[in-house]
């Protein structure tokens, strides 16, 4: 019998055959002649100079509201440390990057899961449950093709949040790795935007979707006071970043190559989408899901009381691993699961989702709605 090729929906993450490999070794040869001192020194906490000028111009906010880190994970870090204790209650969208999940559990707070909604977190359920007596410090937001569900935050959304906010004084972590990725549809205004400078918004990128995940360079635009706490942690924690990685990202952004990498992720991803939708209609017709318009994840609800534990260990006999919603969720999610595109040529979507369906056709009654 032939070997099955084994598929992995499971990590969001790229394939390498969309990553500028020739271009980020050429940016790197020139950065380090360009710069080999303050790329190969200890740097300052709050990033490389260069990076950071980049990123003043392209969010027009000046370099002291910037804090560039390792990942955007550290990012994320430095600001829960910073900012939630036991207790603290925060606002997470359900379902959310199962890594948030982790890191606020871990600080003892007291999440606060919103459903969420084709066109984002159900700002009505959070306004009631605002006005009920819930006392956020922070509401963490992925506005854009969400992960793990793939939807995106509408504009009339985002304005009430913000509003919500202002009037419940809590801040609004804007959590955005994915927002360059966007294939198809109208780009709506960040929150961090749309706040004006009133300190309502704290936001995070990152570049390990628009260069690579390796380079680990992610960044925090946000009010003075908080990066200026945030870097003094900073320093406390590793003296400053990774300056060759930011060096090298810095070069990359300036010469542009960014934009090529970046349209080449996007041609790819909608590919990839388009063979997910495709395989889900024509293989699971029982899927339901929200197209992404961009990014790297689909959610996929099927009838409820669909053993989804048992459809991913049937998958996984048959080579394919995805990621069971229950993983992104406090409560809930049995029925449900994520599939990352982002990695997986068409045609091994295609045989993917034609073995989870067998999978799920195979599943026992009671596992069966
Ligand atoms: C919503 C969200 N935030 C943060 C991250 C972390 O990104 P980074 O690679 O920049 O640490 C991810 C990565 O998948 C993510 O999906």
Redesign the pocket.
């Known amino acids: 019998m032939a070997e099955l090729t084994n598929i992995s929906l499971s990590r969001?993450?790229p394939s390498l055959d969309i990553i500028a490999v020739d271009e980020l070794a050429a940016a790197a040869q020139r950065a380090l002649e360009h710069d080999p001192g303050g790329m190969l020194a200890y740097g300052t906490s709050a990033g490389y100079p260069r990076l950071l000028e980049w990123l003043s111009g392209k969010h027009g906010v000046p370099p002291e509201q910037l804090l560039a880190t390792?990942?955007?994970?550290?990012?994320?870090a430095f600001l829960f440390q910073e900012l939630v204790g036991p207790g603290d209650v925060v606002v997470v969208e359900a379902p959310?990057?199962d890594?948030?999940l982790l890191s606020l559990t871990k600080l003892g707070a007291e999440v606060l899961a919103i459903p969420l909604e084709a066109d984002g977190i159900d700002v009505g359920a959070l306004e009631a449950a605002l006005e009920e007596g819930a006392r956020p410090v922070l509401a963490h937001i992925?506005p854009n093709f969400?992960?793990p569900a793939g939807c995106t935050l509408s504009l009339e959304k985002r304005e009430r949040l913000l509003a919500l906010a202002r009037t419940y004084d809590f801040l609004i972590f804007e959590?955005d790795?994915?927002v360059e990725l966007r294939f198809e549809g109208e780009s709506l205004p960040r929150m961090l935007e749309l706040d004006d400078d009133a300190g309502s918004v704290v936001y995070?990128s990152?570049?390990?979707?628009t260069v690579a995940?390796g380079i680990?360079?992610?960044y925090l635009v946000g009010p003075n006071d908080l990066i200026g706490r945030l870097r003094k942690r900073a320093t406390e924690t590793y003296i400053s970043p990774n300056m060759v990685s930011q060096g090298i990202v810095a070069e990359f952004c300036v010469s542009g190559a960014i934009d090529r990498s970046v349209a080449t992720v996007k041609v790819a991803l909608r590919e990839r989408r388009d063979a997910t939708t495709g395989a889900l209609d024509k293989h699971l017709p029982d899927a339901r899901y929200v197209t992404p318009e961009g990014g790297?994840f689909l959610w996929v609800d099927l009838p409820e009381g669909t053993d989804v534990a048992a459809l991913a260990a049937g998958a996984a006999e048959r080579g394919v691993v995805f990621e069971q919603g229950t993983g992104f969720m406090i409560e809930g999610g049995e029925s449900s699961l994520r599939l990352a595109y982002s990695a997986v040529p068409p045609d091994q979507i295609d045989e993917a989702i034609a073995r989870i369906a067998e999978a799920y056709r195979e599943l026992p009654a009671p596992a069966r709605a």
């Open positions: 969001g993450a390792n990942g955007s994970m550290q990012a994320d959310t990057y890594r948030t992925i969400q992960n959590d790795p994915y995070a990152s570049f390990s979707k995940p680990r360079v992610g790297y």
